[in-house]
C-alpha cells in the first residue's frame, strides 16, 4: 500500500464547505468547539478570508485538517497576539497531519512577526493540552464555569507560546502574502 501524501497550503475560499464536513461533528457532538449552531458555508469562507492566516491539511488530495490564527481581541494594542485552533477529521487523529498543520501554522504566525499565540480548551481535554504542551504552549488562566454547552457548564483554560521576539515592535504583523 503507498504511503499517504500530505500537502499543508493556504486556504481559500473555495475550502469553505471541505473544512465544514471537519468542523461540523466538533459543533454538534462535543466541546472543543464553542459554537452551538453550525456555521453556513458562506459562514466559514468569511471567516477563512478574514483569519490572519488559514492553512489546510490534504492528505492523498482531500482535506482532512485545518488551522488558523485570528486576532485574540480586535483592538490595536493586542494586534501582536492570535488566538489559534486546529480540527482535524475524527477518523484522522494521531496521524501526525496535526502536527505538522500546527508546525507550519505557528511557524507563518512568527515570520509575519505575531509575537504571542493563545489556545483556549475546553477542559477536561488532556489530549489538546497535552498537543499544545508539545509545542511550548504553557498554562496561562482557567475560566470557570464559562462555556454553556450539552446541558452543562465547562471551563476553558487558555494557553500561551511565545512566538519570539521580545524587542519593542517596529510595525504590525506583516499581512497574509
Request: hydrophobic share 40%; proline share 6%.
Given at each position: 500500500m503507498p504511503a499517504n501524501i500530505d500537502e499543508v497550503r493556504p486556504a481559500s475560499a473555495a475550502d469553505a464547505a471541505a473544512c465544514l464536513a471537519i468542523y461540523r461533528p466538533y459543533v454538534e457532538r462535543t466541546t472543543i468547539s464553542w459554537e452551538v449552531e453550525v456555521p453556513s458555508v458562506g459562514e466559514m469562507a468569511n471567516r477563512i478570508r478574514d483569519a490572519h492566516d488559514w492553512l489546510v491539511l490534504e492528505r492523498?488530495?482531500?482535506?482532512?485538517?485545518?488551522?488558523?490564527?485570528?486576532?485574540?481581541?480586535?483592538?490595536?494594542?493586542?494586534?501582536?497576539?492570535?488566538?489559534?485552533?486546529?480540527?482535524?477529521?475524527?477518523?484522522?487523529?494521531?496521524?501526525?497531519?496535526?502536527?505538522?498543520?500546527?508546525?507550519?501554522?505557528?511557524?507563518?504566525?512568527?515570520?509575519?512577526?505575531?509575537?504571542?499565540?493563545?489556545?483556549?480548551?475546553?477542559?477536561?481535554?488532556?489530549?489538546?493540552?497535552?498537543?499544545h504542551r508539545s509545542f511550548g504552549f504553557q498554562d496561562a488562566g482557567l475560566y470557570r464555569r464559562v462555556e454553556w454547552k450539552h446541558g452543562r457548564w465547562h471551563d476553558v483554560a487558555w494557553m500561551q507560546l511565545d512566538l519570539g521576539g521580545t524587542a519593542d515592535p517596529d510595525e504590525p504583523p506583516s499581512p497574509i502574502v
Amino acid at each position: 500500500m503507498p504511503a499517504n501524501i500530505d500537502e499543508v497550503r493556504p486556504a481559500s475560499a473555495a475550502d469553505a464547505a471541505a473544512c465544514l464536513a471537519i468542523y461540523r461533528p466538533y459543533v454538534e457532538r462535543t466541546t472543543i468547539s464553542w459554537e452551538v449552531e453550525v456555521p453556513s458555508v458562506g459562514e466559514m469562507a468569511n471567516r477563512i478570508r478574514d483569519a490572519h492566516d488559514w492553512l489546510v491539511l490534504e492528505r492523498d488530495g482531500r482535506a482532512i485538517g485545518f488551522a488558523y490564527g485570528h486576532a485574540l481581541l480586535r483592538l490595536p494594542s493586542f494586534q501582536w497576539s492570535v488566538e489559534t485552533g486546529i480540527y482535524v477529521d475524527l477518523d484522522h487523529h494521531r496521524t501526525r497531519g496535526g502536527r505538522q498543520l500546527y508546525t507550519r501554522l505557528l511557524r507563518r504566525l512568527t515570520e509575519r512577526g505575531y509575537r504571542r499565540a493563545f489556545a483556549g480548551i475546553t477542559q477536561p481535554n488532556e489530549a489538546s493540552t497535552s498537543f499544545h504542551r508539545s509545542f511550548g504552549f504553557q498554562d496561562a488562566g482557567l475560566y470557570r464555569r464559562v462555556e454553556w454547552k450539552h446541558g452543562r457548564w465547562h471551563d476553558v483554560a487558555w494557553m500561551q507560546l511565545d512566538l519570539g521576539g521580545t524587542a519593542d515592535p517596529d510595525e504590525p504583523p506583516s499581512p497574509i502574502v
